[in-house]
């Protein structure tokens, strides 16, 4: 059920906006933030006021949970700024949802609408001169919830908080994208928590993503755990390879996350002819067409990463660089969808969503 939040959050403005210090043309991903975040506690089981204040740090207990059990969870969402100056989300309900069963794999409290979707509404509205406006501009926004009940002993914390934090954004990756397939190390085993936006799920993949950066790779590819022999999604992003002119992409499952990039590119695909085949995915199908020339795109489809075409992979050893080509389903993708993010095209599907 939704409040009226208005009267139900605490509004303190900064007296002076940081806003004309922020090279808007010159970004890197998530280094710059707004002025203002959302904050709303836990505490005594029950979530109190929530509160828009300016973006500072805080303190917390040294013995903080969060620090010791890596209990916390996170959402990657974006808002678009059309032509008449209005702000848009995408989708935003599937973040929310996704938000919720990542918190109740992680033992930690539901977090409600009007939290969380109303009062990142009321903070965008705060924010909204950080949204610019032009195709490749947004406004990323990271909403996430954080143990801060003190005390190590290895048990569910009782006191949490849920904060949403803002930061303008152009591309997450720059330049080429070239991915190591996984054959020994995983993301997510069968009844762990790959499924959840959980934060271990990132820190986990650190150490061998880094050992791919230092072969000139930008992501990993996981696969399976178990027979590491099926493809399942990269670091930032879930995963697409177009055999011929099939698109395939793996099912999501206890080990790979419901990208909603993911499932909003499988919807437009089918609606433009393309056949999907959502089905595991083998690295011998990769490799085979990388061979004979029938493996023409892979891309990554996430938030922050968009649409992201990857130019060659590396199995065990053998580097195998994709065919040039014309008509790139990933680009012709990653324009549909955009158009429809930035209401440059109907939103036949009712994702779009005004703040
Ligand atoms: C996103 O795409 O929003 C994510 O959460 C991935 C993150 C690692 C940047």
Not at 13 to 42: P, Q, R, W, Y
Not at 133 to 148: C, D, E, Q, S, V
Not at 211 to 236: M, Y
Request: glycine share 8%; aromatic share 12%.
């Amino acid at each position: 059920m939704s409040l009226n939040i208005q009267s139900e959050i605490d509004i303190m403005k900064v007296a002076s906006s940081k806003i004309n210090e922020v090279d808007f043309e010159n970004l890197t991903f998530g280094n710059v933030f707004t002025d203002h975040m959302l904050v709303c506690d836990f505490k005594e089981g029950a979530w109190q006021k929530p509160a828009i204040k300016p973006y500072e740090p805080f303190l917390l207990d040294p013995s903080a949970k969060v620090f010791h059990y890596g209990q916390a969870i996170f959402e990657g969402m974006k808002a678009y700024k059309t032509e008449d100056d209005s702000v848009w989300l995408f989708r935003p309900d599937e973040n929310y949802i996704r938000f919720n069963k990542s918190a109740e794999r992680m033992c930690m409290p539901e977090v409600p609408e009007s939290v969380f979707l109303d009062g990142l509404k009321e903070l965008l509205k705060i924010e909204k001169d950080w949204v610019k406006k032009g195709k490749g501009n947004t406004l990323y926004i990271r909403p996430f919830m954080i143990a801060i009940g003190s005390g190590v002993v290895a048990q569910p914390s009782t006191q949490y908080r849920f904060m949403i934090i803002l930061s303008p954004a152009r591309a997450y990756y720059s330049g080429e994208v070239k991915v190591l397939v996984a054959d020994y190390y995983s993301r997510a085993a069968n009844g762990g928590i790959g499924a959840a936006k959980a934060a271990g799920n990132y820190s986990g993949q650190f150490y061998p993503t880094k050992l791919a950066n230092e072969q000139g790779f930008q992501q990993v590819i996981w696969t399976d755990d178990s027979t590491h022999t099926k493809l399942e999604e990269a670091g930032t992003m879930n995963v697409f390879f177009r055999i011929n002119d099939t698109l395939y992409t793996a099912p999501t499952s206890e080990r790979i996350l419901d990208g909603v990039t993911r499932k909003s590119l499988i919807d437009l695909a089918k609606r433009e002819g393309i056949h999907v085949d959502v089905r595991p995915v083998l690295v011998s199908e990769l490799v085979e067409g990388a061979k004979n020339g029938t493996l023409k795109e892979i891309f990554g489809a996430g938030t922050a990463a968009v649409v992201n075409p990857i130019v060659g992979f590396s199995y065990q050893d053998t580097y195998y660089e994709l065919p040039k080509i014309e008509n790139s389903m990933a680009l012709a993708l990653k324009e549909k969808l955009t158009n429809i993010q930035y209401k440059l095209a109907e939103d036949t599907f009712g994702w779009t969503v005004k703040v």
